[in-house]
C-alpha cells in the first residue's frame, strides 16, 4: 500500500517492478483533442479568440462544450406542461392576428390559437414580419414558454403546418459575442467531423459494463446532435458519472495520499484519565456523543493524521466532545489549539473549556487579535516553552508567529466556510497536527461527499435528553405589536430576548442603519422597564464583548443585532427570539440563529417576522415552522437555493461540473464516491493500463503533490 502511493507521486510512474512506463501510443493520440482550435475548419484566430473568452482552447474544449439545455420540439399535451416550461404545440389559427408596435424596434403580435380542446393565446416580442404567415383556420407549429395562468405560450419560434418529426431536439449552448449558439453548432459539428474518432473512452470497461454507459465517443455524438429524449438522458448519465468519478477520485486520492504520506502523530492518550475527565461530566455523554467521542479517539490514537469533520446540529453537545479531545492530547503531552471565526465565540469557548479543564490543572488561553503587546508576548513565550496546553482564539491562532512547542491537535469550530485549500494550510501548521473541524450546519450528505469528501465524517445526531424544541412562529410585520407584547411576556418572567435585523449584503452601511432603527423602536417601546443592547460589526472587539458581558449578565434583557451572534452564542436565559425580514436568510442560517434560544430548561420561542413575496418564500416560512431538525432543513434549502448559494458566495471549495447537478444527480454522486473510494485502495488502479486514463487525470489535478487543488 505504501508502496503505491509513493509511486503515484513521484514524477515518473512506475510499474510493479520499478520499469518505467513510456508514454503510450494512446497518450499521443489523445494528444490530437490537445492541438488549439484553430485546427478545426472555420476556426480563424479571430474566432479562436472568441472562443478562447468562453474558455475554449483546445479542441477537447471545444468538442466537451456541452449544451445547457435542450430546445424540445416534441409535441406536449399543454394539461401536462408546467407554469414557465418551454413548451412546443400545434393549433388551428382561431381569428386575425393583431400586431401593436410601441416605438420603432418593439412589437407584439398575438395570436389565438386552438390547441386539441384549448383556446390558448401566443405573443411573438419583435418579429412583427411573422404576422404575414399566420392565415385563419390554418394550422401552425410554435415554441416557445407556456404562462399557465395567462393561458399564453410567448413564442421563440414558429412553422407554418404541422409538426413535423425530424427534429425533436435542438442543443441550446451557453454563448458570448460573436460566437453564437449557430456558430457554436457549426463549429462543433466540424470538429466532431474532423476528430471525433479520437475520442477513447477512459473508463474501465468494467464500470460501463456495470453501470451499462454509454461509449464516451457515442455519448458525446447523443450531447450535441440528439436524436431524442432517452438518448440525452442515456449520454448525460454517462457524463454525469464520469464527472463524478473523476472528482470523487481526486479527493480520494488525495485522501489516501495524505493519509499515508503525512506520517500522522501517535497521540498515546491515557485512557484511564479521560474516562475519569467523562465520568466527572455534570451529565452523561449521549449516544452520539459517545460514539464520535470513540471515532475521534481512535483517530488520534492511529498512526494517521486524522482529518476528521464533526457535525452535530445546534445544541448537540459539540463543545464538550472538543475539551474530551483536547484533554486527551494533553494527557499525552501535546498541546491542542481551537480556532474559530470570531472574538466572541473564541471568548466564550475560552470560558466554557477553562471551567471544564482547568480544574485538571489545564491551562487554557485566549489569543486573538485584540490581545496585543506585552500580553501577547507572554502567551507566545508561554506556548513555546509548553506552559499553556489549550490555546483559543480567532485566525489569529494560524498566523506564523504563532508557534507552538508540540501541537497535537488542532480543532475549528464553526468553519464550514473553509474551502479545500484552507484546510490544508490549517494541517500544516505544526507537526502534523490532528485535525478536527466542527460544524453546526449540517450539510445535506450530498454535499458533504462533495465538499469534504477527502475528510472523515462523524455525526452527531441526537440531542442531549429533555431539550425542549423551539416552538417557531411566523408573522406578518403588521402584527409587530402582538409580537412585542408576546416578547414582554416572556421579559415579565424574567428571560431575555434576542432581535435579530435583517443582514444586507450590498451594505454594511444599511444593515447598521437597520439595527440602529430597531434599536430606536424598542428603546422607546419598553421605555425604562428593560434595558436593550446593541450589537453589530461596525463595533470594535471591546465594544463588541461589553455588549455581549451585558447581555450574559442580564444587565440588558433585550439584545437587538446583526447576525453577528449567529455562531455559537450561549446565554441559556434568553428563550425569546425575534427575527426581522426572516425572507432574506437562508434556512440553515435561520436555524443557526434559531440555535441561540432554547439553551436552558425552559420553553423557548422563535418568531419569524417575514412577508414573503412568492411561493418559494411562503414554503421556507412553513418548514421553518414545521421542523427543528437542522438536517431535514439543509436539505431543503439545497433544493431550494441550490448548492452554489448553501455556503454563501465565498465558497472556495465548491467544485463545478459540466453536466453533473450536484442536487439533482446525488445517486449517482454517492456510486462515485463508494467507487473511487475502492478504486484508490486497489493496486491495479495505480499499475493497469485500463486504468491509465482516470490515473493521468489524477496525476494532471495535481492533488498528490499539493500543487493545485479543484
Ligand atoms: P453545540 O453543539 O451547539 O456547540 P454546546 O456544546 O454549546 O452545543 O452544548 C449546548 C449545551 O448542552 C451546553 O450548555 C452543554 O453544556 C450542554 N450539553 C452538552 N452535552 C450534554 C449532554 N450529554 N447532556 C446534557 N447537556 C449537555
Ligand atoms: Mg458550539
Known amino acids: 500500500m505504501e508502496k503505491s502511493a509513493r509511486r503515484v507521486c513521484g514524477t515518473e510512474p512506475e510499474n510493479g517492478d520499478g520499469e518505467k512506463i513510456s508514454a503510450t501510443a494512446k497518450d499521443i493520440v489523445s494528444d490530437l483533442l490537445n492541438q488549439s482550435v484553430t485546427a478545426v475548419k472555420g476556426i480563424g484566430a479571430e474566432m479562436a479568440t472568441g472562443l478562447a473568452d468562453m474558455n475554449i482552447l483546445t479542441i477537447k474544449d471545444l468538442l466537451e462544450h456541452f449544451p445547457y439545455r435542450y430546445e424540445d420540439y416534441r409535441l406536449r399535451d399543454l394539461a401536462e406542461v408546467k407554469h414557465e416550461e418551454r413548451v412546443t404545440v400545434e393549433g388551428v389559427v382561431h381569428g386575425e392576428p393583431s400586431l401593436m408596435y410601441h416605438g420603432r424596434k418593439k412589437s407584439r403580435l398575438t395570436v389565438r390559437i386552438l390547441v386539441d380542446r384549448y383556446l390558448i393565446k401566443v405573443v411573438f416580442f419583435n418579429q412583427p414580419y411573422l404576422k404575414q404567415k399566420i392565415i385563419v383556420n390554418e394550422t401552425i407549429t410554435v415554441t416557445g414558454k407556456w404562462d399557465q395562468h395567462r393561458q399564453t405560450i410567448t413564442g421563440t419560434s414558429m412553422t407554418v403546418g404541422g409538426y413535423s418529426k425530424d427534429k425533436e431536439f435542438e442543443p441550446v449552448y451557453a454563448v458570448k459575442g460573436k460566437v453564437t449558439v449557430k456558430v457554436i453548432r457549426r463549429l462543433i459539428q466540424n470538429g466532431f467531423t474532423q476528430y471525433g474518432h479520437e475520442i477513447d473512452e477512459i473508463l474501465p470497461g468494467e464500470l460501463v459494463q456495470r453501470y451499462k454507459l454509454m461509449q464516451r465517443r457515442d455519448a458525446l455524438k447523443v450531447m450535441h446532435f440528439p ?161 499553556i496546553d489549550v490555546l483559543i482564539g480567532t485566525h489569529a491562532l494560524i498566523q506564523d508567529e504563532v508557534s507552538f512547542q508540540r501541537l497535537g491537535l488542532v480543532i475549528t469550530d464553526e468553519q464550514h466556510r473553509f474551502g479545500v485549500e484552507q484546510r490544508r494550510v490549517l494541517r500544516e501548521k505544526g507537526e502534523n497536527p490532528d485535525v478536527l473541524f466542527m460544524t453546526a ?58 432581535v435579530i435585523c435583517p443582514l444586507i449584503e450590498e451594505s454594511e452601511k444599511l ?107 411562503k414554503e421556507r416560512m412553513k418548514i421553518m415552522t414545521d421542523t427543528n431538525d437542522g438536517f431535514v432543513l439543509s436539505e431543503k434549502d439545497l433544493e431550494l437555493r441550490g448548492p452554489g448559494d448553501f455556503f454563501g458566495k465565498k465558497q472556495s471549495g465548491m467544485p463545478e461540473f459540466k453536466v453533473a447537478d450536484m442536487v439533482h444527480d446525488y445517486r449517482a454522486l454517492e456510486t462515485a464516491r463508494n467507487d473511487a473510494a475502492i478504486l484508490v485502495q486497489s493496486e491495479a488502479f495505480w499499475q493497469s493500463e485500463n486504468y491509465q486514463s482516470l490515473r493521468k487525470y489524477i496525476q494532471d489535478s495535481g492533488v498528490l503533490s499539493g500543487e493545485k487543488l479543484n
Open 227 to 387: 436524436s431524442g429524449a432517452e438518448d440525452v438522458k442515456q449520454a448525460r448519465r454517462r457524463f454525469v458519472y464520469e464527472e463524478f468519478l473523476q472528482f470523487q477520485l481526486k479527493m480520494q486520492a488525495l485522501r489516501k495520499f495524505e493519509r499515508e504520506q503525512s506520517p500522522g502523530i501517535l497521540v498515546n492518550y491515557e485512557l484511564a484519565k479521560v474516562k475519569e475527565f467523562i465520568e466527572g461530566l455534570p451529565f452523561p455523554l449521549t449516544n452520539a456523543q459517545k460514539r464520535v467521542v470513540n471515532e475521534i479517539l481512535a483517530d488520534m490514537k492511529s498512526a494517521y493524521r486524522m482529518n476528521r469533520l464533526l457535525q452535530g446540529d445546534v445544541g448537540s453537545g459539540k463543545t464538550v466532545v472538543a475539551a474530551i479531545a483536547l484533554y486527551s492530547a494533553i494527557t499525552a503531552g501535546f498541546q491542542g489549539a481551537l480556532m474559530v471565526p470570531t472574538e466572541i465565540l473564541a471568548e466564550q469557548h475560552h470560558e466554557s473549556l477553562t471551567s471544564l479543564l482547568s480544574p485538571l490543572g489545564v491551562q487554557c488561553r485566549l489569543l486573538t487579535s485584540s490581545v496585543k503587546g506585552k500580553r501577547r508576548r507572554e502567551i507566545l513565550g508561554e506556548l513555546q516553552d509548553g506552559t
Open 441 to 498: 450546519t449540517p450539510i445535506p450528505r450530498t454535499l458533504a461527499i462533495t465538499v469534504f469528501g477527502e475528510m472523515d465524517v462523524s455525526i452527531i445526531d441526537e440531542l442531549p435528553a429533555g431539550r425542549k424544541t423551539i416552538e417557531t412562529y411566523w408573522a406578518k410585520h403588521d402584527m409587530l405589536d402582538r409580537v412585542l407584547s408576546f416578547m414582554e411576556k416572556e421579559l415579565v418572567q424574567g428571560r431575555q430576548a434576542y
Open 511 to 617: 444593515d447598521y442603519q437597520n439595527a440602529v432603527d430597531v434599536y430606536n423602536t424598542l428603546n422607546v417601546y419598553f421605555g425604562s422597564r428593560y434595558k436593550v443592547g446593541l450589537m453589530h460589526g461596525r463595533l470594535s472587539s471591546a465594544e463588541k464583548e461589553e455588549v455581549m458581558q451585558e447581555f450574559t449578565a442580564n444587565q440588558a434583557q433585550v439584545l437587538v443585532s446583526t447576525t453577528v451572534v449567529e455562531v455559537g452564542v450561549n446565554v441559556p436565559n434568553a428563550t425569546f427570539m425575534l427575527i426581522y425580514d426572516a425572507e432574506r436568510f437562508g434556512l440553515s442560517q435561520l436555524h443557526q440563529l434559531r440555535g441561540r434560544v432554547g439553551r436552558g430548561s425552559e420553553q423557548s420561542y422563535c418568531i419569524l417576522l417575514a412577508d414573503p413575496k412568492n411561493e418559494v418564500g
